[in-house]
């Protein structure tokens, strides 16, 4: 187990990872470091780590503390990663130590896929998407109503494309 105190004992390896399912009742103010992971650790850390997330921008300086048990969490400074990216139930987190006191954290939506770059870092997104429409009763009645006002058949749109707001969305 490592020692409590200034520094801490961590995997040397550039190979190491370790993954955790986001649940927001346990993990939005600090996520617990597998102790398998620690017990594998053959340098010290600082109290401090980096988590750089895979958008390569930003980075966020966030506590290591120790409990009484020996466990070891993620806490000052993860309320603002959680918050930034947006974090919901279920979705998949990646640590992958990055030598320099740094994690690169990889996060997977709800289902199964890397999340999108883009949707971490906007509220709403615009996109043009095509609108099929299936039925027709209600711009049929008013086409009805405009042949009989003008004398003229007009006829509804089958096919049309649009601008709409999507909430952010996990990719």
């Known amino acids: 187990m490592a020692k409590r105190g200034r520094r801490k004992k961590i995997v040397s390896s550039e190979e190491a990872e370790f993954f955790k399912v986001f649940l ?3 993990h939005s103010q600090q996520l617990m470091i597998p102790p398998d992971f620690i017990t ?37 400074g993860w309320p603002s990663f959680v918050s930034h990216h947006r974090l919901t139930l279920g979705e998949f987190l990646v640590f992958k130590y990055d030598k320099c006191y740094s994690f690169l954290v990889k996060i997977y939506g709800i289902n199964g896929c890397k ?4 949707a971490a870092n906007h509220d709403i997104t615009t996109a043009r998407v095509k609108v099929e429409e299936e039925n027709y009763a209600e711009e ?20 049309r494309e649009t601008e709409v707001s999507l909430g952010t969305t996990n990719v």
Do not use: C, M, Y
Not at 115 to 118: A, I
Not at 148 to 157: L, M
């Open 24 to 26: 927001p009742d346990l």
């Open 40 to 76: 594998h650790f053959s340098r010290t850390i600082r109290e401090r780590v980096i988590l750089k997330d895979t958008t390569g921008g930003k980075i966020w300086h966030v506590s290591v503390d120790q409990n009484r048990d020996g466990e070891f969490f993620l806490k000052n």
């Open 115 to 118: 999340r999108d770059v883009f």
């Open 140 to 159: 049929e009645i008013n086409a009805a109503k405009q042949q009989t006002n003008s004398g003229k058949i007009a006829r509804p749109p089958r096919n």
